[in-house]
């Protein structure tokens, strides 16, 4: 047994069916269908003080989601999408919020989900057959099944600058914002990082800041996002045909609810390859911008660089300081997470916004007044930390997890992590990790749907056949790998350092992380786990006790 294991002599100890940790889209969804559908005794986990997930954290000015909002939401509840009143295109942060603190009532989850508590161990004891877990709180539960929903995007990525402590002004990080108002009004604000988090708290810092320094490393290609309101029609459609339109959702590579493009970039010509970016350049959406305009974007160096090559056109016309308009540039291949925001670029022609290069003038340290750089000092008022994620992995590896014989997790992922469609990983039976390390790469709400309703089958296959445990083959996630790999190096992101790979995570190992073959394929794969009645899982058979 490991170090950290209960103590088996103690009683103070919670026995449930299963433990779910998180309560955002995933881990609401999964503690409503394992208690209102399994009927099984469940206590929910989060470390915040509320339900949302990323949407509970992410606060910070023009936090919002950049996926249709139509797509991005349950779509087993028509009464809900039916009653629930969206208003704009891209969501904002506080209504995803709203959304699902709605959700959280309108099936009475809270009463069992225990707040602002984490869960910091989970040991599987092969003896009972049972995982044991410990909060920070000291609190002990014991459960057959945990499914954790912790977050693809969710601990923070804070470097460490020398003397960061000395700072005497604000600073906050875009996932950890603060409940209260924040102001930035006549202030001398600096923000970090250019990711997604960057681009939309950067645009709507400038209105009122009293000066914005942006410092960026990598410049990204940020289209516009066409924000508005929801168009009633697109709702009035999707009411027409509920389930052709969530059938299209998922009938796709990337779940996101738009037409995705069935033409490759190199079979048009150029004016018309022109004329389908400046469409949806127009029409608006990262997502869109990649997979709408031809269907090679992401896979084939000429199209990418047709792509590429539009937005550095764009911002040339765009941002009136030529200077300024060559550092917001970018040269390298478009294989990270697209970004989209309105007015991203157009907010480097305002004059109390200025724009540093961090790769040549390197950021040295945090002094008291402000940031130092190689160069020169920026007296600050608020340093903004927009710098991301220990993505995909990170939240997972903060919970000290002990499978069979006491193998640690930390252990057993410390060169790449490897799971089982994405869900679940040899050796740590009766563990679901929903958008754990290789699940699918596309909008999440709809795969978290399909990875609990997945897991929630295996549980139910558990209980209905007397057994005691299910988890992966070695032999079958070696091969889950294998095909992860195989289809990432058929794009071209694994050339691009992002999050996607883990290359922002100094000393985190930089690899394939996602199934890139696309939503329809990935629930090909889960059926066909179900019809070969779970052959390349390991069933534990209920042992007799006398
Ligand atoms: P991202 O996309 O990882 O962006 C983080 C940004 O912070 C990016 O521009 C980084 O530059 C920059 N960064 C990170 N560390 C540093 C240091 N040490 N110095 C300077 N700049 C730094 O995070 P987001 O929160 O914007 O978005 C993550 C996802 O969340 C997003 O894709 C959505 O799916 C939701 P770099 O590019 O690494 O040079």
Redesign the pocket.
Known sequence: MPAHAIDSDTTDVLDVDAVVIGTGFAGLYALHKLRNELHLSVRAFDDADGVGG?WFWNRYPGARSDTEVTAYCYSFDRELFDTWKWTERYPRQAEILSYLNHFADRYGLRENITFGTTIEYAGFNEGTNRWELRTDKGQRVTARFVVEGVG??SST?V?S?AGQETFQGEVFH??RWPHDEVSFEGKRVGV????????QCIVEIARAAGHLTV????P?YTVPAQHGPLDPAILDKIHADYDGYWNSVLDSVTAFGFEESDVAAQSVSAEEREAVFEKVWNAGGGFQFMFATFNDIGTELEANNAATDFVRRKIKEIVRDPATAEKLTPYELYA??P?CCDGYYETFNNSNVSLID??RHP?IEMTPKGIRTAEEEYELDVIVF????D?VTGNYLKIDHHGRGGLSLREKWVHRPITHLGLMTADFPNTFMIYGPNGPFTNQPPAHEVQVNWAIDAIKYVLDNDLETIEPTHAAEIRWLATCDEAAYKTLFPKV???ING??IPGKPVTVMFYMSGMRSYMEELQQAVDQKYEDFRLGARSVRV
């Open positions: 990323t693809l995007l990525n470097p600058f875009t996932a970090i990082g250019t990711g997604s988090s960057g681009v410092f960026q490393r990598t990204q990270k997470r970004i961090v790769k950021l927009a710098t991301g994620f993505a350092n992002s999050w290359a922002n």
